[in-house]
């Protein structure tokens, strides 16, 4: 179901975690406002890679389901 | 030089980065192992915990990244995690490995090849960790992979070249680089597989579960090396029946020998 409330604030769920933001916020705002790193990770919105090309231009949608990644130590 | 792909390494032993008790330790160790090919995984952020910064340090090491696809339980699960890998890093490298049995962690070698192959064909380099498979890893190098990354034993469990046998006939039969990896926990493992003629090794376990990584990481590099030019200059024959390396034939009935032990025999009367 999509909720946007009328003062623009979507819900969305981001590394499993409910948030609410403002509406038209593109991915590359939405990690700066979630204090996550911008470089070394990578985004997937509704099990979908997102190009880093494409952050910027691509807005966060009402019930997105949004996984940022990173490197972890690993053999 | 390995070549792997177009790209050279002078070192032939790569490093993994998992198990050290903490960043500085591993980083240490990596450099004393002068490793340049460092595998690394990736995972979820958990916004509880705030973002543990592992990149940064490594690549002002200046090592190149080599992202594996742990987690993977199949072909399609490893794709996405190369593709997102390469938007992550920005390479191309991929560690391919897909094990769904978390007990042995034994790599699927159906979903395997199904993911080589595609990713082979979208252009990633792919090295593939496989169980020690004569037949799978000619596959695996008809299909395009840069290497092939046949087992030891099974990952993290310290036993050594357990496939030994099956090592030397994929040895034999590769045209691109073997890579022994997993299950090798000591240096001298790593040496006899340098020995038989492996391309190089990865090692992570063995190295960051000794109780001095940094130590045990230089003696991976040595062994490694020595494994090598072993290799090169070539190992004797393995014969079943002993050959002399000393002459015998005759020694006691040397005229001289036997008046000097008359000699001998009557001073000592």
């Not at chain 2, 046949?150 to 050594?160: E, K, R, T, Y």
């Not at chain 2, 000794?210 to 020595?226: E, I, L, R, Y």
């Amino acid at each position: 179901m999509t909720q946007t409330d009328p003062h623009g604030v979507i819900t969305l769920h981001l590394n499993g975690v409910e948030q609410q933001v403002r509406a038209n916020l593109n991915l590359a705002e939405l990690l700066i406002l979630s204090d996550l790193p911008t470089q070394g990770v990578a985004i997937v919105v509704n099990d979908t890679v997102v190009p880093r090309s494409r952050w910027m231009h691509a807005v966060c949608q009402a019930d997105d389901n949004i996984t940022v990644f990173s490197a972890v130590a690993g053999g | 030089m390995l070549t792997i792909a177009d790209h050279q390494f002078s070192s032939r032993l790569l490093t993994g980065t998992g198990k050290f008790s903490n960043h500085n330790t591993m980083l240490q160790a990596i450099a004393s192992s002068g490793s340049q090919l460092v595998t690394l995984a990736m995972k979820r952020i958990d916004l509880t915990r705030g973002h543990d910064n592992l990149l940064g340090p490594l690549q002002s090491m200046g090592v190149k990244l080599l992202p594996n696809t742990a987690g993977a339980r199949n072909a399609k699960e490893a794709i996405f995690a190369a593709e997102l890998a390469y938007e992550m890093l920005g390479t191309k490298w991929i560690k391919l490995e897909i094990h769904p049995d978390p007990k042995y962690l034994m790599p699927d070698p159906i979903e395997t090849l199904i993911a080589a192959q595609h990713l082979c064909e979208q252009g990633y380099v792919v090295m593939p960790y496989v169980h020690a498979d004569p037949v799978l890893c000619m596959r695996l190098e008809e299909v395009g992979c840069a290497a092939v990354m046949p087992l030891g034993s099974p990952i993290g469990s310290n036993q050594g070249l357990a496939t030994e046998t099956f090592l030397s006939i994929i040895i034999e039969q590769a045209n691109i680089p073997v890579i022994v990896d997993a299950g090798i926990g000591a240096p001298s493992q790593a040496c006899r597989a340098m020995e038989m003629g492996a391309a190089a090794v990865l090692v992570n376990t063995a190295i960051a579960s000794s109780a001095n990584p940094q130590q045990m990481a230089k003696c991976f590099a040595d062994a490694v090396a020595t494994g090598r030019q072993a290799y090169l200059a070539g190992l004797g024959a393995v014969n079943n029946h002993a050959h002399a390396t000393s002459p015998l034939t005759g020694f006691l009935s040397e005229p001289t020998i036997n008046s000097l032990a008359k000699s001998v025999n009557s001073k000592g009367g």
